[in-house]
């Protein structure tokens, strides 16, 4: 599994940003895909998943201003953000677990940065 991220960039506080994340390879066998961030000096943790049959996991943190959402079509996964605040600033990483090899699979990570 290959994971091709792209989106991200600087936004002001209250702004949006779209992330996109493309996989490749052995998709059938993903489940689930989603997001995870990484802010300077804490652990990775995880943003939004959504599974293949398109339930959905939000921490707490972004829900109501983040919507995950799977395009199974073009094997993708867009992440819409909303009402950004700063502490929303993190390396933003995409993630696939694949139900063969039962490994987790990461895209480049994608710089978001909230700041007037």
């Known amino acids: 599994v290959q994971l091709q991220a792209s989106g991200g960039g600087l936004v002001q506080p209250g702004g949006s940003l779209r992330l996109s994340c493309a996989a490749s390879?052995?998709?059938?066998?993903?489940?689930?895909m989603g997001w995870y961030r990484q802010a300077p000096g804490k652990q990775r943790e995880q943003v939004a998943l959504?599974?293949?049959?398109?339930?959905?996991t939000y921490a707490d943190a972004v829900k109501d201003r983040f919507t995950i959402s799977r395009d199974a079509a073009k094997n993708t996964v867009h992440l819409q953000m909303d009402r950004l605040r700063p502490d929303d600033t993190a390396v933003y990483y995409c993630?696939?677990?694949?139900?063969?090899?039962?490994?987790?699979?990461w895209g480049q990570g994608t710089q978001v940065t909230v700041s007037s």
């Open positions: 993630y696939a677990h694949s139900l063969v090899t039962r490994a987790d699979y």
């Open positions: 390879g052995s998709i059938f066998s993903i489940n689930p």
């Open positions: 959504v599974s293949q049959t398109t339930s959905k």
